[in-house]
């Protein structure tokens, strides 16, 4: 159940990061052919971006890996319990008294409230990646805006000096 919602989750994002890092790709590629014009000073924010993207990728094999242990502890736990159950339901039935019944439903209401207290610790530690996973996405879009931004301000200090080019230049007259 929880690996099927963390698949879900790991997908929604590799589906943000894939197209942010096409576009630096993309980027990347063009600056690389020779295909722009204007040289930019974009390579330290597209290294940054790779270096997210790698992080990004080592984290959420990590997270899996934790998530699948995590898992798979509980699953033991639980088999463990089944098998205890089995034990004490294959021994024949005696006269118990009734203390001593007691005190095994609160052995099994202690083990129980373990589980409860490791399925909620699990859960804890998957918010937190997640929270960890939205903050790096944040972090990429930021880069992004910047260099955008950054773009955006070439291209305008460019127009204005192509216009400044214009206005210098001094039209023929015309002659009649």
Known sequence: MFEAAAERQMAASDDDEAGSVEKVDEGRNEAASG???VHTDN???L???QQLKTEAAIQKQVSKKNAAMK???IETAGQRLMQAAEKRDD???K???L???LQNEREEAVERRKLEEQKINLHQKELQLRREELDHQRRQHELIREQMQHQAAQTESLLKL???ALARRKPKPYVY
């Open 35 to 37: 295909a722009s014009e």
């Open 91 to 93: 021994k024949p039935q």
């Open 43 to 45: 390579d330290d924010v």
């Open 162 to 164: 192509v216009a400044a």
């Open 99 to 101: 203390s001593t019944l």
């Open 71 to 73: 898992t798979h502890e």
């Open 95 to 97: 006269c118990r008294r």
């Open 47 to 49: 290294e940054q971006l």
